[in-house]
């Protein structure tokens, strides 16, 4: 079973911080990963995708994978309250009969206040 | 627009009777899926399809049947529905890309079903 495991939340930041959400992964064979976002009753929406160890910036977001350690992280720099929603990490596996299968992680609720 | 749709957005059915929920999409994606997203358990996958006539077995594809015949729709068939299926079903298409594999999924905006 391939699993993927997000930080136990809830998450709570004062506006402005730094929220960090961390995710580790098992298949070392995985190949994508990507954070989305996901206000409650809404469908998630894509924040980032990352396919190669390193850093990847996009405005106040920042992806890290290592995956020699099986670990993928979101960084929210300058934290707004419109930020507080259920963050979802997604790996995509790859090789075998697992080709093309997309898990989620069960999501940490980040509350953001004034 | 781009986007995926899905309908019903709302159903109520009872226990045993057929329903077909659709999915389409119009970004010409090769990769659609099926994700269902009940509290405490998260999004866990039903189906999933990497093109016309391919299609492959998720997490949790008991009870659910799929067929992709056209490019755009993915249907999800559920032949005798039951109580424990009831949940928020969310259909995601995304692009497939020779050298970094998948992309962004795309997600519709969800089914609400509930079987009495």
């Known amino acids: 079973q391939k699993e993927v495991e997000q930080n136990s939340g809830p998450l709570s930041v004062p506006e402005g911080a730094i929220a960090s959400l961390n995710c580790t992964y098992s298949?070392?064979?995985?190949?994508?990963f990507f954070w989305y976002r996901q206000y409650s009753g809404k469908s998630p929406e894509l924040i980032m995708s990352i396919y190669s160890n390193g850093d990847k910036e996009d405005g106040r977001f920042t992806a890290q994978l290592n995956k020699a350690s099986q670990y993928v992280s979101l960084l929210i720099r300058d934290s707004q309250p419109s930020d507080s929603a259920t963050y979802l990490c997604?790996?995509?596996?790859?090789?075998?009969?697992?080709?093309?299968?997309?898990?989620f992680g069960q999501g940490t609720i980040l509350t953001v206040h004034p | 627009e781009a986007q995926v749709t899905q309908n019903p957005r709302y159903l109520i059915t009872v226990t045993g009777k057929k329903l077909t929920v659709t999915c389409s999409q119009n970004?010409?994606?090769?990769?659609m899926s099926w994700y269902r997203q009940d509290p405490g358990l998260g999004l866990r996958q039903i189906y999933y399809?990497?093109?016309?006539?391919?299609?492959d077995k998720g997490d949790v594809p008991e009870g659910y049947k799929v067929s992709r015949k056209e490019k755009r729709n993915f249907p999800l068939i559920l032949e005798s529905p039951s109580p424990n299926q009831t949940s928020l079903y969310f259909c995601?298409?995304?692009?497939?890309?020779?050298?970094?594999?998948?992309?962004?999924?795309?997600f519709g905006p969800g089914t609400r079903l509930t079987v009495l």
């Open positions: 995601a298409s995304s692009f497939v890309f020779k050298r970094r594999g998948y992309g962004e999924q795309f």
């Open positions: 970004m010409n994606h090769e990769y």
């Open positions: 298949d070392r064979g995985s190949q994508s």
């Open positions: 997604a790996v995509m596996f790859a090789g075998g009969t697992s080709y093309g299968k997309l898990t």
């Open positions: 399809s990497m093109n016309v006539e391919v299609t």
